[in-house]
Nanobody, 116 residues
Framework: QVQLVESGGGLVQAGGSLRLSCVGS????????MGWYRQAPGKQREFVAD???????NYADSVKGRFTISRDNAKSSVYLQMNSLRPDDTGVYYC??????????WGQGTQVTVSS
């Protein structure tokens, strides 16, 4: 079993910053991909960013230049530095991991609210 625990969400004014963290525990052999998705009220969950074990990162167009994803393989952790936050960044942010052995897992989510 794999458990993912997110932290770092909160309430911030537009233009502010937050840093999300996700720590994995359990039977982990090395996630191939770690990433973040978000879900705004009344909308479907959408991709935000992900990063491979070799540290190759991908971003949604809406966050490019504002968000930075990073990971620490030794700690089975992934981070999302979010700068220049906008009200439309509001939502529940979910950590996602994919591994050949572990399969796909989701965290419980952390709320990010950006006020205008």
């Amino acid at each position: 079993q794999v458990q993912l625990v997110e932290s770092g969400g909160g309430l911030v004014q537009a233009g502010g910053s937050l840093r999300l963290s996700c720590v994995g525990s359990g039977n982990i052999f090395g996630f191939e991909t770690m990433g973040w998705y978000r879900q705004a009220p009344g909308k479907q969950r959408e991709f935000v960013a992900d990063i491979s074990r070799s540290l190759s990162a991908n971003y949604a167009d809406s966050v490019k230049g504002r968000f930075t994803i990073s990971r620490d393989n030794a700690k089975s952790s992934v981070y999302l530095q979010m700068n220049s936050l906008r009200p439309d960044d509001t939502g529940v942010y979910y950590c996602n991991t994919k591994g050949v052995v572990e399969g796909t897992h989701w965290g419980q989510g952390t709320q990010v609210t950006v006020s205008s």
